[in-house]
């Protein structure tokens, strides 16, 4: 199965500052990667799909960029609201898969 | 209003089954794919079943392949897991989900299946 490799697993940052979350491919998937937000208790939330094309009302300072093995998403000017799990998924080839989430946290 | 809501969820024992069902409404159902995904207690997110518009095919991951079966009534605008020989491991809660180009743009609120004795 394709594997995908989120790091950091877990992160700490203040108000504000620029958070970035990469995800490596065990292959080339070209843009076949989305990226979800997960609220503690609640249903993932679609933020970004093919690496870098933002969801309908999805805040600007979300972001996401890569190709091939290696994509990045990134939270511009955290907010306390951002607080969070967020996960990868490739969909190039079956079974689809996610990474294993990175937890965002404020300082 | 756009929304999927998954029920039948509960507390089974070691080899026994049970069917989950997701409604949906305030779009046009037979026009989307959709999917089963689960999380275990604490951890990442598992993809588990496709089917297609009419419901000829489905997809699945190895993990639950011959125990589990997904289908759809679009005439209820309804989809459903049929979960058999359910083991401890199978313990999660389940999201129904609509799969469009690769990616799930709406999820329900998940539904909790046990397995244990």
């Known amino acids: 199965d394709l594997q995908l490799t989120q790091s950091p697993s877990s992160l700490s940052a203040s108000v504000g500052d620029r958070v970035t979350i990469t995800c490596q491919a065990s292959?080339?998937?070209?843009?076949?990667l989305n990226w979800y937000q997960q609220k503690p208790g609640k249903a993932p939330k679609l933020l970004i799909y093919d690496a870098s094309n933002m969801e309908t009302g999805v805040p600007s300072r979300f972001s996401g960029s890569g190709s091939g093995t290696y994509f990045t998403f990134t939270i511009n000017s955290l907010q306390p609201e951002d607080t969070a799990t967020y996960y990868c998924?490739?969909?190039?080839?079956?079974?689809?898969?996610f990474g294993g989430g990175s937890k965002v946290e404020i300082k | 209003e756009v929304q999927l809501v998954e029920s039948g969820g509960g507390l089974v024992q070691p080899g026994g089954s049970l069917r989950l069902s997701c409604a949906a409404s305030?779009?046009?159902?037979?026009?989307?794919?959709m999917s089963w995904v689960r999380q275990a207690p604490g951890k990442g997110l598992e993809w588990l079943a496709n089917?297609?518009?009419?419901?000829?095919?489905?997809y699945y991951v190895d993990s639950v392949k011959g125990r589990f079966a997904i289908s759809r009534d679009n005439a209820k605008n309804s989809f459903y897991l049929q979960m058999n020989s359910l083991r401890v491991e199978d313990t999660a809660v389940y999201y129904c989900?609509?799969?469009?180009?690769?990616?799930?743009?709406?999820w329900g609120r998940g539904t909790l299946v046990t397995v244990s004795s």
């Open positions: 989900a609509r799969y469009q180009e690769g990616y799930f743009d709406l």
């Open positions: 089917i297609n518009l009419v419901g000829s095919q489905e």
């Open positions: 292959q080339d998937i070209i843009n076949y």
């Open positions: 305030g779009f046009m159902f037979s026009t989307y794919f």
């Open positions: 998924q490739q969909y190039d080839d079956l079974p689809l898969t």
